[in-house]
């Protein structure tokens, strides 16, 4: 039950094969790196696993393959072995898509797609998270130029991406249709790396500084003011992925909870004869089946042709994201003392999991935006 191919009626026979060959490549490359215990060793790590991703040739199932489901598939699985391992296959995905639905540059796309290059996804700012229409940077023609500035935080990969996509308004007025995108090159003369923002979790995260910043007009993705329009598009194709990645933390917390259960005794018997902790279990591998379900249906629906999966994709983050939480914390429950030390897993998941309810829409906005969908 406890396996992504449980949904086999929403995957081809290749996804299966996929699903058995990410599942020994993360047991194999993935399990045995260490959890990194500072953001430091989360930067060096993060370089680590690109080279890897990148040398197996899993980015290329994403990047620029069309196919959602082997995208989620990949995304669950090394979920389930590294949240940091998941993070860079995520983030990989979520700075590049903006340049395959554009036709930008294939140079990039080519040397992301080969973990030769790490992407970057720059559209949160101080006073725009949900609300994008408040972003502050801006970009402003000059000739065949255009001068950014402006500040960006919580920017995933920030110091160590060789390149973003970035977000800026080019005319304040229109609001949402005045933002547009550009691809700028982490060396670029302006561009600087403020400092980095430590989660709880380790995870490279920063702000990064636009002080007359000067990107060629060759590098703006789409035409002027179709910025906002392009991320949507983005993150539709991309979020039911972080269902994905709920899933795989999901997955991993619950078999944790059964090793646990099976081999704790405590007033002389087995933890998995108490009908308490089998209530749990349970409960957690139904949150599970049920997250999954969901999770590959939108992806299924995007496979085959739908040009926008807003609906179930925002259905399947919510769920996947909330179930996951229960999911993790019930096994924390389940293990007890030893679940809360900091080598254990179900301890990194703990801290790594909360994440997944905010960013790509956090949950309060996507119930608005799935009851936004139904009442129309």
């Not at 000059?142 to 110091?159: C, P, Q």
């Not at 400092?195 to 035409?223: D, N, T, W, Y």
């Not at 329009?229 to 991309?238: A, C, S, Y």
Request: aromatic share 6%; hydrophobic share 45%.
């Amino acid at each position: 039950m406890n396996d992504p191919t449980s949904v086999r009626a929403f995957l081809a026979p290749h996804h299966l094969e996929l699903a058995r060959e990410i599942a020994e490549f993360s047991r194999r490359e993935i399990l045995p790196l260490p959890a990194p215990d500072t953001d430091a060793a989360a930067r060096i790590q993060a370089r680590e696993i690109l080279a890897k991703l990148g040398m197996g040739g899993w980015f290329g199932k994403a990047i620029p393959s069309p196919d959602l489901r082997a995208c989620c598939l990949v995304r669950e699985a090394l979920a389930g072995a590294s949240p940091l391992a998941d993070a860079v296959f995520a983030l990989q995905c979520l700075g590049t898509t903006p340049l395959l639905l554009a036709n930008g540059p294939a140079d990039l796309v080519e040397a992301a797609a080969a973990g030769r290059a790490m992407a970057g996804f720059a559209m949160t700012e101080p006073e725009a998270g949900s609300d994008v229409a408040a972003m502050k940077t801006t970009a402003r023609r000059d000739g065949e130029e255009y001068v950014l500035d402006g500040r960006k935080t919580l920017i995933s990969n920030a110091g160590i991406a060789d390149f973003y996509t970035v977000f800026a308004s080019t005319d304040p007025a229109k609001g949402n249709k005045g933002i547009s995108a550009f691809v700028v090159d982490a060396g670029t003369h302006g561009l600087r790396f403020v400092k980095p923002q430590v989660l709880s979790a380790p995870h490279p995260l920063g702000e990064l500084a636009f002080e007359a910043c000067r990107v060629p007009i060759s590098r703006r993705l789409r035409g002027e003011g179709d910025g906002f329009k392009l991320g949507l598009e983005t993150l539709d194709r991309l979020r039911a992925t972080v269902a994905a990645a709920a899933c795989g933390m999901a997955a991993r917390a619950l078999d944790e909870s059964i090793r646990h259960a099976k081999n704790r005794r405590q007033f002389g018997t087995s933890l998995s004869e108490f009908q308490i902790v089998q209530q749990k279990i349970a409960t957690m591998a139904t949150d599970l089946a049920a997250a999954r379900l969901l999770l590959y249906r939108a992806a299924w629906e995007k496979d085959e042709g739908a040009e926008r999966v807003t609906l179930p994709s925002a259905m399947a983050k919510v769920f996947a994201t909330e179930a996951a939480q229960r999911i993790v914390d019930q096994s924390l429950q389940i293990l007890g003392g030893a679940g809360l030390l900091a080598e254990h897993p179900v301890e990194r998941l703990y801290r790594a999991v909360r994440a997944l309810r905010i960013y790509e829409g956090a949950t309060e906005v996507l119930q608005l935006v799935i009851a936004g969908a139904l009442l129309k």
